[in-house]
């Protein structure tokens, strides 16, 4: 077996995740509080017990996430069931955790690194009135050219089919009324605090390129995936120069997963709440082995 790991990105959260792998995992526990103690605020009290809208906050949910993707990780390798892995990529946020899982930072510097990430988006959102909106069911071509008439960005490109709009939210708003005039099935409003992977999202690109700079990276142990090109970048300056870009660009997920099959992926690990990651691959191709691992119960016995 040829091994991919995908970590969650921001969406997947709910209340009460990771509260079993912190209970029965004394190595998920470590990072639990280990987190707690850098970030200077109760991390696994908000992901365990909520309320979902503190959850929800963009400050909030990126360092939950990751902290509960390496939970995972941890987790598995302490029970001596994680087999060796050969791949890696990340939505979103997630290329953060994937980046961490494969040594390019340690776990203390990658939980900086998201939490900062997650507040300068989080103050790009405060900043300007952004709007997300799915596109189900059409090529990009034509999503394309929707986003070119109404001055708005293509963010993700999550599946076929799958296609997320992002820009002003009046913009988006006008793109999704003139949808089915345009022929376009199911085009919906998602209910999102702002535009990511859009050029609203400029002021939190900019700080966090200044961030980063003072960053170390490492080449990663195995494959790590890009979400600005869909390919395998390892070397560290590209690294980082992908992480800022990521911000502002389109989240290439879909190429992402076609590209780590192509280099060999055999089986696919998701790590994170909800099996949101596994519902997009069995939407990309059937054929791909895909195992979603949210909780204790889900860890191979």
Known sequence: MSLALLFSGQGAQKVGMGKSLHDGSPAARALYDEANSILGWDL????????????TQTKVCQP??????????????????LPAVSHAMGLSLGEVTALTCAGVFDFSTGLRVVAERGRLMQQACEQAVGGMAAVIGEEREKVAELCREFDIEAANFNAPGQIIISGEKAKVEAAVAAAKGK????????NVAGAYHSRLMEPARAAFAQFLAGINFRRPAFAVFSNTTGREVNEPDQIREALVRQVVSSVLWEDCMRHCAAAGATEFWECGPGAVLAGLARRTDKAWVVKSLAEI????A
Do not use: T, Y
């Open 44 to 55: 696994s009290k908000v992901s365990f017990e909520g309320p979902e809208a503190d959850l």
């Open 297 to 300: 119960s889900d860890l191979p």
């Open 183 to 190: 022929g376009m099935k199911k085009v919906m409003p998602l």
């Open 64 to 81: 939950a996430l990751f902290v509960h993707g390496l939970a995972i990780v941890a987790a598995l390798r302490e029970r001596g069931k």
